[in-house]
């Protein structure tokens, strides 16, 4: 058996106990600094696959079976997402006594419902997601499990922005925003900017740049940063620009160019007149197939 199986503990308790599949070194359990002594029993599908994950950490003791956490103080769960419902079923049916004891799901996507599970036999439940590649990560806990989940995240190096139990679908809905919501939108802005006579690289180069700009003047001014804050444009020239845009991308144009106008609260009449130009131009473009 390997030494990481065999270095066994013989009394005391361990903060964490640990059941996970997968890449675990290069999951935020497999950052943090304290693991060697915060780590207890791990355990996975098999004593193999748990034996080759606490070698990986380089913490920990390999156990058979999921009952033998119940020695730790909480219990860390990571999993890629095609080996959670496995692990959760083991979980679930495992000999454990949740009572005072914490579950920290270390970025792995579970549902709600499956974890409010995990609460009425009296545990308390927190997740933690990293946020891309910076050292951030979103921490939605009940308030009981919110010192050992932030410690945790502490002790991997992220700095954390903390939720309550139950906005977790509306912070990952932002973050599908600010990513693969925006990729799209940047892709489009290349494009223009290669019809309008740009080469590929360029185009890519700029239209990244500009989005990062406008994102940078948002962090520091909110709202104010808006383009047409406080002097509104000619919308005459916004709907001839955007008339300009190949038709398949128009409705998406005209959404964001007019939601502008909706959120800050500002220039009504301008807003008005330029939503109104802009359908007589969809009409007429209509009209013209």
């Not at 013989?10 to 599949?21: D, H, I, K, P, Q």
Request: hydrophobic share 50%; glycine share 8%.
């Amino acid at each position: 058996m390997s030494r990481a199986s065999e270095s066994r503990p013989e009394f005391g308790r361990s903060e964490y106990g640990l059941v996970a599949a997968g890449p675990v070194a290069r999951s935020l359990v497999g950052r943090m600094h304290s693991r060697g002594s915060a780590i207890g029993p791990v355990a996975a599908v098999s004593l193999r696959v748990a034996s080759r994950i606490a070698n990986s950490l380089g913490a920990g003791f390999a156990v058979r079976s999921l009952d033998e956490l119940e020695s730790a103080r909480g219990i860390l769960f990571y999993s890629p997402a095609e080996h959670v419902p496995v692990l959760l079923q083991l979980l679930a049916a495992a000999n454990i006594s949740w009572t005072g004891k914490f579950l920290i799901i270390c970025e792995a996507d579970i549902a709600p419902a499956v974890l409010d599970c995990f609460r009425s036999r009296g545990a308390a439940v927190a997740t933690i997601r990293r946020l891309g590649s910076i050292n951030t990560a979103m921490v939605e806990s009940d308030a009981t499990a919110l010192p050992a989940a932030r410690r945790l995240a502490l002790d991997a190096g992220l700095r954390t922005f903390e939720i309550p139990s139950g906005g977790g679908e509306l912070f990952a809905a932002a973050v599908t925003l600010c990513g693969a919501g925006l990729t799209p939108l940047i892709d489009r802005a290349a494009m223009l900017f290669r019809l309008a006579g740009l080469r590929d690289i360029d185009a890519a180069r700029l239209a990244a740049r500009m989005v990062n700009q406008t994102a940078n003047e948002y962090a520091h001014s909110g709202k104010q940063s808006w383009a047409w804050h406080v002097r509104p444009p000619d919308p005459e020239r916004i709907a001839a620009a955007l008339a300009a845009v190949p038709p398949e991308h128009q409705a998406l144009l005209r959404t964001l160019v007019l939601a502008g106008f909706l959120d800050s609260g500002k220039h009504s009449g301008i807003a008005a007149k330029l939503k109104s130009l802009l359908e007589k131009h969809a009409a007429m473009a209509a009209s013209a197939k």
